[in-house]
Structure formats: C-alpha cells, structure tokens
C-alpha cells in the first residue's frame, strides 16, 4: 500500500498482522503515531468494557447503584497503553507534527459509543472521562512579558479567585529527600537516569486544583458556566540539584508525570472558550492558543518575545524543544516522555543539554 492508513485499517492491524501495513508503517513518519494512538485507545476500550461486562451469577442487589462513573474515571487513571505492533520506521525531524488525531478517529472511539448506549449510567460517565486534557505534547507560544506584566501579575492568583472558589489545598511545596528511591515514593514517578550523583534531591508530591465557577455580578462568568469546575491533576515532579543548595544551580535534570485537567458541570472546550476571552490573557498570546488544533493533548510552553532563541529537536528518539547555545550562559531541553516531561537546564552549553537529555 502506498497511501496512508486511516485509523479503522490500523485497528484491525493490530489483531490481524498486514504485510502491506507492515511495510508503509517502515517508510512514513505519521501513521506510526496514529498506530499508537489506536492501540492506547483500544486498551482502554477494554478496561472500560470490562467493568460493564460481569456475569449474572457475580451480580448482586446493589449492582444498579454501581457509580460507573467512578470506575471508568478509574480505569483512566491507572490504565496503561496496549502495546502497538513493532515499528521499524525512524523518527526524522518534524515527524511528529503530523500524528494523527486520538480517540475521535478511533475505531475505539465507536466501542465506547455503544457503551453509552447499553448503559444508561455510562452516559455521563463516559461522556466524563473522554472530556479531559491529557499532556502528550509541547508546543511554544511566545509571550510579551512587558505587556502581560502590565496588565496582570503572573504570579497573582487574584484573577482566578475571582472567578469563582480555587481551592489550592492539594498542593504541596517541593521538598528535599534523602535520594532517588525517596524522591519517587514522594513523587510516584521514576526518577531521572544520573550519569553522576546530584548534590540533593528534591521532590514534589502530585496534588489538585480546583477552580468551582461562581457566576456573580461583575466577574464576567455566564449562567451557563455557574457552578462548573476546572481540575487540575498537577503531576508529581522530581528534581536532581547540581550546585548549591542556597544559590542558583550548575545544572538541574528533573522529571516530572503527566499533566492531567478535566471539567465538572460543563465541558471543557466551553470553560477553555470563556477563559481565552478573558481580558488578562493578551491578545496575541490568547490567538496562538486559540490556533493549538489538538488542544486536549497539547501544553503551551511560553517563552519570553525577546528571549533566547529555540528549536525543535529530537531526543532520544522523542520529541523535544531546545532554548539557549553554547555560550555557557544558559540551556534548557524540554523532551516529551510518553509518561511525562523531562527536563535539563542550567549554566551550560545547549550540546552539552542535549547529551545529558539523550541519557537521562
């Protein structure tokens, strides 16, 4: 086959072998990425069909008042992706621009439409679990800071209180732990690989925030929105410290997990719509959000108008975004890890960033 494979194709490729298949996914750089989506969407298609699918003979009288809810919700956070057939093609750089949508392209997709049908409950919940942002890729957006600092402080949190009540009460401050071993049990992720041993480790627990909508005269919530919630699954985060333990750090290698936001009481796409209307977002910055096509996978990483320069790269075969050069001055390297983001910065070269990101 010359052309490329549409998700239903890739589907049934994954339980029944394709030579055909086989031999374009070596040669083309965005259906590997499609194959992927579509292996994680059907690992997930079975755990969820598999709480709806029990006996009769393990039924009991409470199994109506069963919260599906709760268990696809669930199932979403523990699930991990199937795994795809073996892909031989290598990743060129740009490749990964062109991956294919997720989930509405799936063949999966029309799996959990009949669950919604079968069972009454799944409806919302369902409905739940599929509007949510999940982080699986990096995009800039440049930022005037001057302008922005004039009309808000970054800092100040007073703009989203006054929305409505944030409750930040699930968030930790980093710490610093004994080693690698205590930092992922704060943590919940795998710590960074070391070539050499970090002057300190610290450490960040995951937490949550919660931004309940209050429409009320004067913050410019409408009705529709009232009540509606915004939540944030802030990921746990670890950081291996070269440098002293009161100053400005050598080097820094740090880890950190996915980055997870999902919507309570109003769909997500209607409370990023009200949000990228607001005033304290400048105009420029809320138009190169509003352009993010795939906005449920994707997180803005700003960078200052006039800042240093950066491109995209690849890094250890993963997606990435470098800033900086090899003055000595300054480097960072962003890669996007299929569970998270890595991330090496510090008073470096940007080669010497881009080796220490390769290994760890």
């Known amino acids: 086959m010359t052309d490329c494979a549409d998700s239903t194709v890739l589907r049934g490729h994954l339980d029944h072998p394709d030579a055909a298949v086989d031999a374009h996914l070596d040669g083309c750089e965005s259906c590997p990425g499609l194959l992927r989506s579509v292996a994680e969407d059907a690992g997930f298609a079975r755990r969820a069909l598999a709480l709806l699918d029990r006996p009769d003979s393990e039924r009991t009288a409470t ?8 268990a696809l919700a669930a199932v979403l956070a523990t699930a991990t992706p199937a795994p795809a057939v073996p892909i031989t093609a290598s990743r060129r750089r740009g ?7 997720r989930l509405a392209l799936s063949g999966a997709a029309a799996v959990l439409a009949l669950v919604v049908v079968v069972t009454p409950a799944g409806r919302s919940a369902v409905a739940s679990v599929l509007d949510v942002f999940r982080s699986e890729r990096l995009q800039v957006v440049t930022v005037d800071l001057a302008a922005w600092a004039a009309s808000v402080d970054p800092q100040d949190v007073g703009p989203l209180a006054a929305l409505g009540d944030l409750d930040m009460d699930g968030l930790s401050e980093p710490a610093e732990v004994a080693d690698a071993a205590e930092a992922e049990e704060v943590a919940g992720i795998a710590a960074p ?8 480790f610290v450490a960040l627990a995951p937490g949550t925030v919660r931004l309940v909508l209050d429409a009320r005269d004067g913050n410019g919530v409408p009705a529709e929105l009232d009540e509606a919630a915004l939540v944030v699954d802030v990921p746990g985060a ?11 750090p050598e080097l820094v290698v740090g880890r950190s997990g996915p980055l997870v936001v999902r919507s309570e009481g109003a769909s997500l796409e209607a409370i990023r719509s009200f949000i990228l209307d607001r005033e304290e977002l400048p105009p420029d910055l809320r138009a190169q959000l509003a352009d993010i096509d795939d906005w449920r996978r994707t997180v803005p990483v700003p960078v200052p108008l006039d800042g240093p320069g950066w491109d995209e790269v690849e890094v250890a075969g993963r997606p990435a975004i470098a800033f900086g050069d090899d003055s000595g001055l300054g480097a960072l390297v962003l890669r996007r890890d299929p569970d998270g983001v890595t ?3 510090g008073r470096i070269g940007i080669e010497r960033a881009l080796d220490l990101a390769e290994r760890a």
């Open 63 to 70: 199994d109506a008042d069963v919260d599906v809810e709760a």
């Open 95 to 101: 490749g990964w621009s062109t991956v294919g949508r």
């Open 193 to 200: 690989r070391l070539d050499q041993a970090p002057d300190h």
């Open 238 to 248: 670890i950081g291996a410290i070269y440098g002293p333990t009161d100053g400005v």
């Open 343 to 345: 991330v090496v910065g």
